[in-house]
């Protein structure tokens, strides 16, 4: 791995790496290239809305979204096969401002309880973004979301759920993908969703296949993934 740690140190100042990935990588990345004093660009968001800007021709050196889909771009030859690598499963989770006491969502009736208990609920995109799809059903699956429905607050990512949580008043809840809650300040873990009610998803990363540096690209994904970041991941909220 010092290779490719090297190989990134001598890109400093030179590359400017730009990814499209899904919004649950975006604390990790951040970290992992301000500790190499990599420059690193790009768009973060909604799975969905990230796909989208791929069909749309959006540049990129490196593409970080579900194992599912990098698998199809690989057998599209969108990605470099050789170059996928995990980063880890993300659980699908439930959070509060920092200065909030942190319900129990370990149940289903403490969830359901925690919902209907917030006057305000924020999430993700229950189109396109990962998290916010499988929130939408699990509403509908407690059977909740009339009572619920005027209080629901979406927003085009996690990313910008969280933050709109952290600056709400009154009585609010989010949920999102753990890494999201992790990252951003003024809101805290609660917990992932309970049993039965839970999604835990796995992320990848991959080198585009038309990256201007290939190198670079697939050094700084080598550092993402690799074993030396393996604290770092589980910290960010990576299983």
Same mark, same amino acid.
């Given at each position: 791995?010092?290779?490719?740690?090297?190989?990134?140190?001598?890109?400093?100042?030179?590359?400017?790496?730009? $990814?499209?990935?899904?919004?649950?990588?975006?604390?990790?990345?951040?970290?992992?290239?301000?500790?190499?004093?990599?420059?690193?660009?790009?768009?973060?968001?909604?799975?969905?809305?990230?796909?989208?800007?791929?069909?749309?021709?959006?540049?990129?050196?490196?593409?970080? $979204?579900?194992?599912?889909?990098?698998?199809?771009?690989?057998?599209?030859?969108?990605?470099?096969?050789?170059?996928?690598?995990?980063?880890?499963?993300?659980?699908?989770?439930?959070?509060?401002?920092?200065?909030?006491?942190?319900?129990?969502?370990?149940?289903? @009736?403490? $969830?359901?309880?925690?919902?209907?208990?917030?006057?305000?609920?924020?999430?993700?995109?229950?189109?396109?973004?990962?998290?916010?799809?499988?929130? @939408?059903?699990?509403?509908?699956?407690?059977?909740?979301?009339?009572?619920?429905?005027?209080?629901?607050?979406?927003?085009?990512?996690?990313?910008?759920?969280?933050?709109?949580?952290?600056?709400?008043?009154?009585?609010?809840?989010?949920?999102?993908?753990?890494?999201?809650?992790? @990252?951003?300040?003024?809101?805290?873990?609660?917990?992932?969703?309970?049993?039965?009610?839970?999604?835990?998803?796995?992320?990848?990363?991959?080198?585009?296949?038309?990256?201007?540096?290939?190198?670079?690209?697939?050094?700084?994904?080598?550092? $993402?993934?690799?074993?030396?970041?393996?604290?770092?991941?589980?910290?960010?909220?990576?299983?």
């Amino acid at each position: 791995m010092g290779a490719h740690r090297e190989d990134l140190r001598r890109a400093a100042g030179q590359v400017r790496l730009r $990814l499209v990935s899904a919004g649950a990588a975006q604390g990790l990345v951040d970290e992992i290239a301000r500790e190499l004093d990599i420059a690193v660009g790009g768009t973060f968001g909604a799975v969905g809305a990230m796909l989208e800007r791929l069909d749309a021709g959006e540049p990129a050196d490196i593409v970080i $979204l579900t194992r599912a889909q990098i698998d199809k771009l690989a057998a599209q030859s969108r990605v470099v096969a050789r170059s996928v690598a995990d980063l880890g499963h993300v659980a699908t989770a439930v959070g509060v401002r920092i200065t909030d006491p942190a319900p129990d969502v370990s149940t289903e @009736a403490g $969830l359901r309880a925690a919902l209907l208990a917030a006057d305000a609920i924020h999430f993700p995109d229950p189109g396109r973004a990962t998290a916010g799809i499988h929130f @939408a059903k699990v509403i509908d699956r407690l059977g909740i979301r009339a009572e619920i429905e005027k209080r629901l607050r979406t927003h085009p990512n996690g990313a910008t759920a969280m933050r709109a949580l952290a600056d709400a008043g009154g009585r609010p809840i989010g949920c999102t993908q753990a890494t999201e809650i992790l @990252a951003t300040p003024g809101v805290r873990l609660a917990g992932p969703l309970p049993r039965g009610y839970e999604l835990e998803t796995l992320y990848t990363a991959a080198v585009h296949a038309h990256a201007a540096d290939r190198k670079a690209a697939s050094a700084f994904v080598q550092q $993402l993934t690799g074993a030396q970041a393996r604290q770092r991941r589980t910290a960010a909220g990576f299983r």
